[in-house]
């Protein structure tokens, strides 16, 4: 439950602070906000993440992990699938842009279920919960939040 509710709080201020529309804009910079050894506040730049392969034909990704979160946003060609998979750890998706279909699967990766998903939908996944996916009629883009591994 308390990682559900960082997810939630962190998915919550990202979203308030305009990421909604991180889809369509190029990528910026990302600011490390820290206290210096005097108190004061300083910001330090770096590059944005780039998109990288995700393993999956069709599927890129951009991935920063920092703050305990891993933040990553997926990007699905139309119509491409992903596999029936699932994760150790809970994971909170909001859908950024486009649509497409999540596919819900038992123990055995026997697909049992389809959720139809579009922009401004959010799930929420449990873990060792099995699922897959499959692109929509355009591009989508699904950001993902969830705690680093330790």
């Known amino acids: 439950m ?3 509710v960082i997810l939630l709080l962190s998915l919550s201020l990202l979203l308030a602070l305009g990421l909604q529309n991180l889809g369509a804009q190029k990528a910026g910079l990302v600011y490390l906000i820290e206290q210096d050894s ?25 991935a920063l992990v920092d703050a ?9 060609a139309p119509g491409a699938p992903m596999a029936i998979h699932k994760s150790d750890v809970e994971w909170i998706a909001y859908v950024l842009e486009g649509n497409g279909q999540l596919l819900l699967a038992d123990a055995a990766g026997k697909q049992t279920g389809v959720v139809n998903f ?33």
Not at 38 to 61: L, N, Y
Not at 68 to 76: E, H, Q, S, T
Not at 125 to 142: L, N, S, V, Y
């Open 2 to 4: 308390k990682r559900t």
């Open 38 to 62: 005097a108190g004061a506040s300083s910001a330090g730049a770096k590059e944005a993440p780039t998109w990288g392969d995700a393993g999956t034909k069709g599927w890129t990704v951009s």
């Open 68 to 76: 305990g979160v891993d933040f990553y946003i997926f990007k699905a």
């Open 118 to 150: 579009k922009k401004g939908d959010y799930m929420v996944f449990r873990a060792d919960t099995m699922h897959g996916w499959k692109g929509g009629t355009a591009e989508a883009q699904i950001l993902f939040v969830t705690p680093t591994k330790k």
